[in-house]
């Protein structure tokens, strides 16, 4: 069944590492080593850290979609001081980034031939002291979805060997077909919960964009965000 594939392809993503690109071609763009911020609305909050060891601005990369490559130039994110994550990592140049201190979360959207689409994104959020509630996978995946008017709505637990808890789900809303995936890490200094969702027609493009921004994600300490 085709949704269930797609379903179980993005459960994948987050067991990823580098199956998609070739990390050869992972270099810093030019010999600019100053850093660039990359910020939505945001309101201080939180606690405040250093900053990761400066990052180049940029980094050409490369993504593998249906066998063929396409060469990618990633700018640099970086979290805003009193946000309550402090972090950085690269971002494509077709998605955007939204700051909400407010619920501790950034949010990373799909922007695909300059359209954005709000239902494609990866979303970061941290839980437990000065975040949201750590609350199971399943339940979240519940609260997302509730008061609206779906069809074909499947749920499957499961987690990746890294996280302490783990949902993937999938659903027909007004026509269209969504998927995505929960994961959710506690304790530690960065308890987080990762949200994947987006159209299913989306899953070869956005799948390799999300997985960018995973693997180059990189806290204060410089520690990944994915072991």
Partial sequence: MRSASILCAACALLLATSCTRDDANRVPSGSDTSSTSVSGSTTDGGD????????????????????????????????????????????????????????????????????????????????????????????????????????????????????????????????ARYNGTIAIRGGGDNPFRIVIHMLSEYADGMSPRVQMILENWRWADGSSLIP
């Fill in 48 to 175: 405040s850290a250093t900053q990761p060891a400066s990052r180049p601005a940029t980094l050409v990369d490369s993504i593998s979609i249906e066998g063929s490559k396409e060469p990618m130039t990633l700018t640099l994110v970086e979290s805003p001081a009193g946000f309550p994550m402090t972090f950085s990592t690269y971002m494509p140049p077709d998605m955007q980034v939204e700051f909400d201190a407010d619920s501790a979360a950034v949010k990373f959207i799909a922007a695909f031939g300059g359209t954005v689409q709000p239902k494609a994104f990866v979303q970061v959020q941290r839980v437990g002291e000065g975040g949201v509630e750590n609350v199971r996978a399943d339940s979240v995946v519940g609260r997302m979805l509730a008061g609206r008017t779906l069809g074909n709505t499947q749920l499957l637990s499961g987690a990746p060997p890294w996280a302490s808890d783990g949902a993937g789900f999938t659903y027909t809303e007004e026509g």
